[in-house]
């Protein structure tokens, strides 16, 4: 990764963390993009899985962005880069962090044996899965929510779009799966639940690129940017190009506006700078 090849010769030729040295130069919002493009996509990753643990109260949606769907391959580097960087155990301090049932979803994502994304969907356990769903859910007073939670982590996304395109087309009561969800649960497995399938929704791209863009958007929408949400959100999307671009046109289509515009109305200073160069086509800081 080339960000963390340079943090590593700076220090090496100076005797300084080139973090350290950026962060003394800069405050509030701007030291925070700036930590973020200077350590690099994996090693942002786990500062941010860090610092959503630390301090006063779990700062859920970080652990839900980066834990929940996410391909097992990655999960696994992330895992093993936790330690390196920080010296923890990271499923030790999931479970120090969450509780109950919540606690036990997270767990499953950190250990699933999920097949890679480009598995053939089995058609049949589709049907099953559906039907456990309904049972576990609509059709009993009081909701089975491990059964949701093993199927949705254990499951490849065009598994989980396949689910979400059989569910309602047999089970008429709700238009979506999505809707069962949220009237079934609360809190923050419902939120990580409604993430992977939003991320697999084939009403959309059913890769998730749409939900990223619905999440930067959230960051700057209502009285007030969630000035931390922005910049890790917009950061983590900018390495790569590719789903970037994608995501800026996912953004475009559905706010007819384009997200630099929104970054520069909605933020100020140099940190507003920084991100609208982050979104410009081409402009991704590689890694």
């Known amino acids: 990764m080339k960000m963390q090849a340079v943090a590593n010769k700076y ?13 003394g130069e800069a405050s509030f919002n701007f030291k925070f993009c700036l930590r973020a493009l200077a350590m690099g996509p994996l090693a942002w990753d786990v500062y941010l899985l860090r610092w959503s643990m630390s301090g006063g109260g779990t700062k859920e949606s970080v652990l839900t962005e980066l834990l929940i769907g996410r391909p097992m391959p990655d999960i ?19 479970k120090s962090e969450l509780s109950m049932k919540t606690e036990r979803m997270f767990v ?18 589709v049907t099953r899965d559906v039907d456990a769903l309904y049972n576990a859910g609509e059709k009993k007073f009081g909701t089975d ?15 989980i ?14 238009k979506s799966l999505s809707t069962v969800i949220k009237k079934e649960f609360s809190g923050h497995m419902k939120q990580a639940l409604l ?26 929408e209502g009285l007030g940017t969630q000035d931390t949400k922005l910049i890790w959100r917009v950061v983590r999307a900018h390495w790569d190009t590719n789903r970037f671009e994608g995501i800026k046109a996912a953004y475009f289509k559905r706010r007819k ?8 109305k909605e933020t100020s200073g140099s940190y507003r700078n920084l991100l609208v160069e982050l979104t410009k086509s081409g ?5």
């Open 145 to 159: 929510e491990m059964v949701f939670c093993d199927i949705f982590v254990n499951r490849t996304r065009p598994h």
């Open 283 to 287: 402009s991704a800081i590689k890694h």
């Open 195 to 220: 993430h992977i399938c939003q991320g697999a929704n084939p009403k959309h791209d059913g890769t998730g690129i749409y939900r990223d863009a619905k999440l930067i958007y959230k960051s700057m």
């Open 11 to 23: 220090l090496s030729q100076y005797g300084m963390s080139l973090v350290s040295v950026l962060e």
């Open 257 to 264: 506006a384009t997200m630099e515009y929104h970054i520069r």
């Open 76 to 94: 696994y580097l992330l895992i093993e880069a936790y330690r390196y960087f920080e010296g923890r155990h990271l499923m030790a301090d999931i």
């Open 108 to 125: 499953m994502a950190l250990s699933s044996v999920r097949p890679l994304d480009t598995t053939l969907v089995d058609h049949s356990l």
């Open 161 to 174: 779009s396949a689910i979400l395109e059989a569910y309602p087309r047999k089970y008429k009561k709700y």
